[in-house]
């Protein structure tokens, strides 16, 4: 049997995750959730790996775009993703030419 504290961890987890989207929510029309949106980038994971970066694929440029800026932002913004770099992620539309406006970072 698992302590109440273990089973704690990961309710936290989300709620952390769910209060930092309704905060990027403010202002902007991201209809994903952070882990949809996630997903929907996995084409994109070799682009922004912190130790060995390849340029964008195609099929990473078509989901940026998909995607759209306000959904990329609220990942970039969100919790801390394990293989991500986020200076390289936020570098994305310019290397696929979506023409996004910068994310705030931060808020």
Same mark, same amino acid.
């Given at each position: 049997?698992?302590?109440?504290?273990?089973?704690?961890?990961?309710?936290?987890?989300?709620?952390?995750?769910?209060?930092?989207?309704?905060?990027?929510?403010?202002?902007?029309?991201?209809?994903?959730?952070?882990?949809?949106?996630?997903?929907?980038?996995?084409?994109?994971?070799?682009?922004?790996? !912190?130790? @060995?970066?390849?340029?964008?694929?195609? &099929?990473?440029?078509?989901?940026? %775009?998909?995607?759209?800026?306000?959904?990329? =932002?609220?990942?970039?913004?969100?919790? !801390?993703? @394990?293989?991500?770099?986020?200076?390289? &992620?936020?570098?994305?539309?310019? %290397?696929?030419?979506?023409?996004?406006?910068? =994310?705030?970072?931060?808020?």
């Amino acid at each position: 049997m698992m302590p109440s504290h273990a089973k704690a961890v990961p309710l936290l987890m989300f709620l952390v995750v769910m209060a930092s989207l309704v905060e990027q929510g403010k202002g902007h029309s991201c209809a994903s959730t952070f882990f949809s949106a996630l997903v929907q980038l996995i084409p994109c994971r070799a682009a922004v790996s !912190p130790f @060995s970066p390849n340029p964008p694929t195609d &099929a990473c440029c078509t989901a940026i %775009k998909t995607l759209g800026q306000p959904c990329l =932002c609220v990942l970039v913004n969100g919790p !801390p993703i @394990s293989g991500v770099d986020r200076n390289m &992620a936020m570098q994305l539309p310019d %290397k696929c030419t979506a023409n996004f406006e910068p =994310c705030d970072m931060g808020k």
